[in-house]
């Protein structure tokens, strides 16, 4: 590997990546943009590249996979496949959610396990990074479905995690029913009550404002970004994409910094609702998908909005965009159709949303563009806070929580500014967040010796 040329190195570390991990499109993907931001900054700094810091941060510490076999309401048998990515212990123990989803695969956890390590450092709490799950779909299950699942999933994972190794939380498919199910397997089977699992239950360990923090955290960052420019979220026109536990948090926050949201999506179509998604339409949205579990077309209908069937909503006109659903959902083609339509701010509150062509033409076009291990990290963050009251014993209020979330992420924007602003004054988000991540998870890893 060329150690002077960063352009060389970047394209070396690169082929080094994909040759030991071929076909894993997703991961060379998050990874590739990462060495590209830090290419510049390893070629000045040699230690991190003398102690192969970046070839053993892209090793996972270790990769379980397991079979989950469960039963159906009907009696019928079936096995998923179950999976967890022990991506990185250095500054804390593996703390991730669990993605229950049928497209799921080793390279799609690998990716999300590298970006965590990152996110997680970002958040200044001591956390390393993991994430894993199945390609079970709990679309269409009954609860007792899920139930059994849960229990079959979690037999095996609590084998490998606990309150200090390794804390798994929900992401796609796994929310407060998910968690409660496999928590509750957990205890039974260690007969212990602990902080092992994140985004419980109020009533038996959870923190306030968790289910909330993901999508409130993206849109704190989007303000702290507009900020700069003397500028705020009131009165922009927002699309969001996604329907689940982002999207609808991320919507209720720029309700409340009074701008307009107008759009949401599921895997079938997106809705648009030009005169804006309010408070009522938003209850009936999170009715709709954290009660009986339907399709975002059901909105269209009620509220007699367009619907586009099989689209995203990056054809709509906005001035700010906030993409909540799933990787690779905003290709090039959509991008220039954001720009072109004069969008200037995009924060990823899903992880990896943005393509690498995407990418690539938002940092070009100098708009205020958030990396989702910056955006989105409030989540991880309050899961955090959650464990720290869990340990000690304690609950923090409403308003404490959101504080905290609050100056955290008004913190990751500030790391981001020092480590990303460009000599114009203008800020490379992805450059900043990669260069803040890593500083702290290599450091950390130089201290402990070849771990
Ligand atoms: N839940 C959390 O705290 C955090 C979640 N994230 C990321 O946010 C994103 C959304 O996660 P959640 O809202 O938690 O999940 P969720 O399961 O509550 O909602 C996922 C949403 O994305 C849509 N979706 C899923 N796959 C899709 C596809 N292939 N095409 C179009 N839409 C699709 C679903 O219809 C649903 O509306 C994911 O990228 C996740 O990794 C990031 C940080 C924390
Ligand atoms: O709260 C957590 O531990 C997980 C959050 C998560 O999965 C993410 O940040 O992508």
Known sequence: ????????????????????????????????VVVESLAEFLVKNPRYLQAKILERMVEPERVIMFRVPWSDDLGNIHVNRGYRVEMNSAIGPYKGGLRF???????????????????????????GGGKGGSDFDPKGKSDNEVMRFCQSFATELSRHIGPNTDIPAGDIGVGGREVGFM?????????EFTGVFTGKGIEWGGSLIRPEATGYGTVYFAEEMLKMRGDSIKGKTVAISGSGNVAQYAVEKVLDMGGKPVTLSDSNGTIYDPEGIDRKKLEYVKILKNGYRGRIKEYAEEYNVTYFENQRPWSVKCDVALPCATQNEISGEDADTLLGNGCFVVAEGANMPSTYEAKHKFLEAGILYAPGKAANAGGVAVSGLEMTQNSMRINWTREEVDQKLKTIMVNIHNTCVKYGQNPDGSVNYVKGANIAGFVKVANSMIAQGLV
Do not use: C, W
């Open 1 to 32: 590997m060329n150690f002077r040329d960063p352009a060389q190195y970047t394209e070396d570390f690169i082929s080094y990546l994909k040759a030991k991990n071929p076909r894993e499109n997703e991961f060379h993907q998050a990874v590739s």
């Open 101 to 127: 989803h049928p497209s799921v695969n080793l390279s799609i956890f690998k990716f999300l396990a590298f970006e965590q390590v990152l996110k997680n450092s970002l958040t200044s709490l001591p956390m």
């Open 183 to 191: 928590f509750g397997q957990y205890k039974r089977l260690r007969n």
